[in-house]
C-alpha cells in the first residue's frame, strides 16, 4: 500500500502538464493565427470544461492527499538518485500536518480562481502551473530525505515562477527574475550546507533529533556550524528572512491575487519546513543549541519581524503590505524555531498553520479589491463596508486573529512562542523577543485595522454608494471559510495543539 | 593482434579524413554519407575495443632509446575514448546540415575527422611523450576549423589560439623533460613515477615544475589567466564550437593534467604543498570568472564559451582536489557537461541557422517560433546550473563530496566558488529562455516571420543529449560504478 504516496503528486502533474501542453499548442496556433490575420475566437464552453476538470483534479488531489496522510506511516524508496541517496517519501507527523494545509489552501485558492482568473487570462496556463505546483509541495511535504527534498525545493522555484510572471508586463517579469535568482541563491547556499552534513551525519534521511555523527564532528565545530548557518540563511530566502528577503515584497504582488495568495500562504512555508527538517531533522537542535549560529538566527529573525511590520505600516499598497506583513509574520514562526525548546516549536508549528489561513484570505480578499472596486491603494477603500459588508467581516476577523486578539488564532500561536522564549534561557532574548513580537503586533493592528474603520465608518465627508455589491459566490465562500477557520481554530485549538506539541517533544 | 585494433582507430580517422578532398564524390549527399559511415565505423570500433579491452602495449614507432610513441588502454583513457567516440557521430550529423551554407565543406570536414583520430591518440597515449606528440598535433589540425570563415576575424582568432597553444605546449614540455629526468619511466604509472631518491631536497623546484607544467596544458581548458583564446574562437562554426571548444579540444587539456597530476607526478607529493593551493586558487578563480564573464556577454555563442571556461574549471576542481573521489568527480563533470554544453551549443547554432540571430538581445519572442529547440536549450541551462534530477547536479554533488571529504580548507572555499557559479549560470542561461518565452506584452510575432524548428538531422542531435540529461540525472548509478573502477587504481 506504500505505492499511494505517489498517486496525489502523480494525478495533479500529468493533469498540470496536460493543460500546459494544451496551452502551448494554442500559443503556436494563434501566432501563425496573427499571421494570416484571423481573429482569436475564445470560447466561453471550453473554459467551463476547464474549470471542472480542474476543480475536480483538485478535489480528487485534495481527498488523496488526506488520506494518504492519514491513514498511518507509509515510506517509499522510488529510485536511487545516486549511489546511497534515494528519492524517498516519507509521512510522517510535520509531512502529515504540511501537507493538509496546503491542500486546504490550494483547494479555497483554487475555487476563488475560477472567478478571479476571468479578468486575468491565460487561464490554461496559469492552471497547468498551479496544478504542478501542488503537485510539487506536496512531494516536498512527504520528503523523507534531505536530498529529495532539495529536489522538490529547486523545482518549486522554476514551477512557482511563471505564476509571478503571468500578467507579462515589464515590472512581472523582473519580479520573476528576482524571485528566481533570489531563491536560487538561497537554494545553493542551502545546498552548501547539505554538502557538509552529507559528510557528518550519519544519514541524511529525516530522524527526530537529528544523526549528526559526534566522532567525526568533533575537531570540525566551526566549519559545521558555518556551513549550518549558511545553510539557514539560504533556506530562509524562501521565507523571507532578512538578508534575502527582498525578492518577497516584489514577487507577490505582482502575481494574480490567488497566486499571490497562494505564494505567501504556503508556498514561503516551503522555506519553513526545509529549515525544520534541517535543524530538527538532520543536525539536530542539541549541536546547535548555546552557539553563536542560535544568538545570529535569533537576531536576524527578530529584526526580520519588526522590520517586515514596520514596511507594511508604512505601505500604501494593500499587496505590497499584505506581502511585508507576510515577511513580518513568517519570521515569527522562525524565530519560534530559532529557540529550540518545546513550547517555542509548537508556537511556531500553530503560527505556520494559522498564517497560511489568515494570510490567504486576506491576499482573496485584497484581490476582490482589486478586480471588484479597482483600487490597489489602501486608503482608496474607504467605505468599502457598506458595499461589502460579509468581506469586509472576513477581512476584520482574518485581521484580528493575525494580530493576535483573543480567543481568535494568533493568539495561542504567539502566547507558545513567547512562552517558549521566556523558558529558553536564551538571555537577553526571553524577554527581548517577546517584547519585539508584541510591538509587531502593534504595528500590525496599525497598518491592518484602518480599513475596516475606514470601511465600515467613511466619515461625514466621504462620499460613499450605499449600494451592496458583494463579490459573487465563487470568490466569497473559500474567504468566509479561511475566515471562519482563523477565528474556530483559536477558539478551540485543543487538538492541534496537542499534535504540536508531540512534534515538538519528539525532536527535542 | 589484440592491440594493434588501436592504432586502426587513431589512425583511420586521419586516413579517411585525408582522402575526403582526393575521392571522386558524384555529389555531397555521396561525400556525406561517407564521413559519416567512417565516423560511426571508427566508433563501433572504440567501442569493441573498450568492451573487450586490450591488455599490452602497442608501439608505433621508436625516436631512439626508450622514448616511443606508443599506446596503451587504461581505465581513465577509456572513459576520454568513450566519450569522445559517443558525440562524434552525432556532432558529425549536425554538421551536415549546418555547414550546407558554409562553404569549403570538403576541407571542413577532413580536418573535422582527422581531430576524431587525434583526440582518441591523447586518450590511448601509454606516455607523456605520446600524449605531448598528439597534443600538439591538435593544436595544428584544429587552427583550420577555427579560420574556416577566412574573416578578418577568424584570422585574428586563429592567430590567438596558436599563440597560446604554442606557448602552452612549451611549458608542458618543460614538464615532460622533469619527468624524464627525475622519474623512473615515461609510462603513465597510477601515483605517479617520480623517484623520490633522485629528488634529493629538489622538491620545491618539482613542485614549481608541476605547477608550470599543469599551467601549459591548462591553456587548452581555458584557465585563467589563459582563457581569452576559447571565446574569441567561438568565430568558427558551430560544430567546432560545439563539439572542439567544449568537448574534444579542450578535454584534452583537462585529461592531459589529470594525467600528469595522478599518473606521473603524482598527488602524494603534490598534496598539502603550496603547488597544489597555487593551482587551485588559480582554478577557482576561472571558475567565478568565466560565469562573471558570460553573464557580461551579449552575444550567444561567446557567452556559452565563457560558461564552458568556468565549467572546465569545475573539472580542474576536481583534479586539483588530488583525491581519488576527486578525480572521480571530474571524470563524471567531464561526462555530463560533454552532453550539456554541446546540447546547448547546437541550440545557439540552430537559432543562428535558423533565424540568423547572434546576439542575445535579438532573441525576444523567438520561443514562440522554434519551441523545441528553446525548451530543450533551457533543459541545458537547468542541467548547467545544477536543477535536481539532471545530469549537472549530479556532477556537482560528487565534485562538492570529494571537496568536503578532502578536509581541505581551499577546497571549501572551491564548494562555495561551484554554488556561486551556479547562481551566475542561473541567471546567464535562464535570461535568455524567459527572453525567448515572455518578449512582453505588446511583442509583434510577425517580425519573426518564417523562423522555425530546424529538420531533422539538427534536431536528433539536440532531443539526443536532451534524453542523456535527464537519464544521468535520474539514473547514475552505473556511471559513478564504472568511473570507481577506474579511480579504484589510484588508492
Known sequence: ?????????????????????????????????????????????????????????????????VWTAWSGERQLVLFYLMKEIPVYFHVDAVGRLFVTIVSIVWVAAGFYSFEYMKH???????????????????????????????????????????????????????????????????????????????????????LPGGSLNPYLAEGNRGILLTAVFVMLIGFGAKAGMFPLHAWLPAAHPVAPSPASAVLSGVIV???????????????????????????????????????????????????????????????????????????????????????????????????????????????????????????????TFASLALIGIPPASGFVSKWYLAKGALEAGVGIFGWFGPAVLLVSALLTAGYLLPITMKGFFPGEEAVVSEEKKEPPKGMLIPILVLAVLAVVLGIMPGGLLRYAGQIASACM | MNAMIMMIVVLLPMLSGVLIPLLPFKNRRQMLIYIEAMVILNSVLVFGMLMNRPEEAFTLFRFTGNLSVSFRLDGLGSVFAGMVSALWPLATLY??????????????????????????????????????????????????????????????????????????????????????????????????????????????????????????????????????????????????????????????????????????????????????????????????????????????????????VSNLSYILFGVVIMTPMGLKGALGHMLFHAVMKICSFF????????????????????????????????????????????????????????????????????????????????????????RAFFPGKDFDYSTLRGIEDPNWMMMLSLIVFAAAMFVFGLHSGPVFTMLDEVVAVLK
Open chain 2, 347 to 434: 541550440c545557439a547554432g540552430a537559432i543562428m541557422y535558423k533565424a540568423g540571430k547572434h546576439y542575445i538581445y535579438e532573441l525576444d519572442g523567438l520561443g514562440r517560433r522554434m519551441p523545441k529547440v528553446f525548451i530543450i536549450f533551457t533543459i541545458s541551462g537547468m542541467a548547467l546550473m545544477g536543477v535536481p534530477g539532471l545530469c549537472g547536479f549530479i556532477s556537482k554533488w560528487n565534485l562538492a563530496a570529494a571537496a568536503v571529504e578532502s578536509q581541505n580548507l581551499l577546497a571549501y572555499v572551491g564548494v562555495a566558488a561551484l554554488l556561486i557559479s551556479a547562481l551566475l549560470t542561473a541567471i546567464y542561461m535562464l535570461t535568455i529562455s524567459v
Open chain 1, 269 to 395: 512555508k516551503a522555506g519553513v519546513l526545509a529549515i525544520l527538517r534541517s535543524v530538527y531533522y538532520v543536525v539536530g537542535v542539541d549541536f546547535l543549541r548555546g552557539t553563536w549560529v542560535q544568538t545570529a538566527w535569533m537576531t536576524l529573525t527578530l529584526l526580520t519581524v519588526f522590520m517586515g511590520s514596520l514596511l507594511a505600516y508604512r505601505e500604501p499598497v494593500m499587496k505590497k503590505r499584505l506581502a511585508y506583513s507576510t515577511v513580518s509574520q513568517v519570521s515569527y514562526i522562525l524565530f519560534g524555531l530559532s529557540l529550540m525548546t518545546p513550547d517555542a516549536m509548537t508556537g511556531a508549528l500553530l503560527h505556520t498553520v494559522f498564517h497560511a489561513f489568515i494570510k490567504c484570505c486576506l491576499f482573496l480578499t485584497a484581490g476582490v479589491f482589486l478586480v471588484q472596486c479597482r483600487k490597489r491603494r489602501a486608503d482608496e477603500l474607504v467605505g468599502i463596508g457598506k458595499q461589502m459588508p460579509v468581506l469586509l467581516w472576513c477581512y
Open chain 2, 95 to 308: 554538421a551536415f546540415e549546418y555547414m550546407k551554407h558554409e562553404g569549403h565543406e570538403k576541407y571542413f570536414f577532413m580536418f573535422y575527422t582527422i581531430t576524431f583520430g587525434v583526440t582518441l591518440g591523447i586518450a590511448l597515449s601509454e606516455d607523456i611523450l605520446t600524449m605531448y606528440f598528439f597534443f600538439e598535433m591538435l593544436s595544428l589540425v584544429t587552427l583550420p576549423l577555427i579560420m574556416h570563415t577566412l574573416s578578418r576575424e577568424a584570422i585574428l582568432a586563429s592567430r590567438t589560439y596558436f599563440y597560446y597553444m604554442i606557448g602552452g605546449a612549451a611549458f608542458a614540455f618543460i614538464g615532460m623533460i622533469f619527468i624524464l629526468t627525475y622519474g623512473t619511466t615515461l609510462d603513465f604509472v597510477p601515483g605517479g613515477v617520480l623517484d623520490l631518491a633522485k629528488i634529493g631536497d629538489k622538491t620545491d623546484v618539482i613542485l614549481l615544475v608541476y605547477v608550470l607544467c599543469f599551467c601549459g596544458f591548462s591553456v587548452k581548458t581555458a584557465m585563467w589567466p589563459f582563457s581569452s583564446w576559447l571565446p574569441k574562437a567561438g568565430v568558427a562554426p558551430t560544430p567546432v564550437t560545439a563539439l572542439l571548444h567544449a568537448v574534444a579540444v579542450v578535454k584534452t587539456g583537462a585529461f592531459t593534467v589529470m594525467r600528469v597530476t595522478y599518473y606521473s607526478f603524482g598527488t602524494d607529493i603534490l598534496r598539502g604543498t603550496w603547488a597544489q593551493y597555487t593551482v587551485m586558487i588559480l582554478v577557482i578563480i576561472t571558475i567565478v570568472y568565466g560565469c562573471s564573464r558570460a553573464l557580461k556577454e551579449t552575444h550567444f555563442k561567446r557567452r556559452l564559451a565563457w560558461s564552458t
Open chain 1, 120 to 206: 486575468e487570462g491565460e487561464e490554461k496556463r496559469f492552471f497547468g502551473f498551479y496544478l504542478l505546483i501542488y503537485s510539487v509541495l506536496i512531494a516536498q511535504d512527504f520528503s523523507g530525505n534531505l536530498v529529495t527534498m532539495y529536489l522538490f525545493y529547486e523545482l518549486l522555484t522554476l514551477v512557482s515562477m511563471p505564476l509571478v510572471l503571468h500578467n507579462g508586463s515589464r515590472e512581472a517579469i523582473m519580479a520573476g527574475l528576482k524571485y528566481l535568482f533570489y531563491s536560487m541563491c538561497g537554494a545553493y547556499m542551502g545546498l552548501f550546507g547539505i554538502f557538509f552534513l552529507y559528510r557528518y551525519c550519519s544519514t541524511l534521511t529525516f
Open chain 1, 1 to 65: 500500500m506504500n505505492g499511494w504516496i505517489i498517486l496525489p503528486m502523480l494525478l495533479p502533474a500529468a493533469a498540470g502538464i496536460m493543460l500546459l501542453v494544451s496551452s502551448f499548442l494554442e500559443h503556436l496556433r494563434m501566432t501563425k493565427r496573427i499571421k494570416e490575420n484571423t481573429p482569436v475566437i475564445v470560447d466561453e464552453g471550453e473554459k467551463k470544461n476547464l474549470h471542472y476538470l480542474v476543480g475536480i483534479v483538485l478535489a480528487i488531489t485534495a481527498v488523496l492527499v
